[in-house]
């Protein structure tokens, strides 16, 4: 998988995507991240990406140009399966929507900034726009990285225990159940007995109890 993050702040990501297990998702070749500084698209003398919205008020806007100028070139390179806005007004991230990207070949996501992109990027380019909570944040950047994380930990091969994203919450609209390691007994505080029986028919009922009670307690919705 090919993903192409165009941003004003391409150092946001130096954290994210150089430890664990997206680190090692590139160097697998898994998939090959590029960033793209907006910036760099701006013709004008002072690199401007922004200016004062149409019909006033306060607050810039992302101009149409530099953003254009990005997405065109990289389009005469290869064809994209999505193009992706980062937007708090966008749909919300479920754990289905990363299912589905993470079989793609080639993405693109857009991190917006201030008021957001002038609308004509959205009307004209994107092809889907994605919020990860009902909160706004500074810039897109923290929710790209968010969702490419979900979506990289997807990919077969990416993490060492190919059936661990299956048994992730959510995978089957439920919470995962509890989970323990040694000791058995810790300041008198014991690990349920039925994980130490062997006896995996028992093991696996207990499990789908568990995920079921801490899913209707938690987030009934998920049931619904
Ligand atoms: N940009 C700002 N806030 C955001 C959010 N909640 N989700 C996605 N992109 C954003």
Redesign the pocket.
């Known amino acids: 998988m090919r993903i192409d993050i165009l941003t004003i702040l391409p150092k946001l990501f130096d954290g994210p995507f150089s430890d664990s297990i997206l680190k090692r998702a590139q160097e697998k070749g898994r998939v090959y991240i590029h960033l793209h500084n907006i910036r760099d698209y701006s013709t004008d003398k002072h690199k401007n990406v922004d200016d004062y919205q149409y019909g006033g008020g306060a607050g810039m806007v992302m101009r149409i140009e530099p953003i254009a100028a990005c997405i065109d070139q990289l389009k005469a390179e290869r064809t994209y399966d999505e193009i992706i806005y980062?937007?708090?007004d966008?749909e919300l991230?479920e754990q289905g929507t990363s299912n589905q990207l993470s079989l793609k070949g080639n993405l693109m996501i857009l991190?917006?900034h201030y008021k957001g992109v002038d609308d004509r990027i959205r009307q004209h380019y994107i092809t889907k726009e994605?919020?990860?909570?009902?909160?706004?944040?500074?810039?897109?950047e923290l929710?790209?990285a968010v969702l490419v994380d979900s979506i990289i930990r997807l990919i077969p091969g990416v993490l060492n225990d190919e059936t661990s994203a299956l048994t992730d919450s959510f995978q089957d609209q439920l919470l995962s159940p509890p989970v323990y390691t040694r000791p058995p007994v810790y300041k008198g505080w014991s690990v349920p007995d039925v994980l130490l029986s062997g006896n995996s028919q028992e093991i696996d009922r207990w499990r789908e109890d568990q995920a079921l009670e801490r899913t209707k307690s938690r987030r009934p919705d998920l049931l619904d």
């Open positions: 980062m937007t708090p966008g991230l991190c917006g994605i919020s990860i909570g009902s909160y706004v944040l500074s810039g897109g929710a790209a």
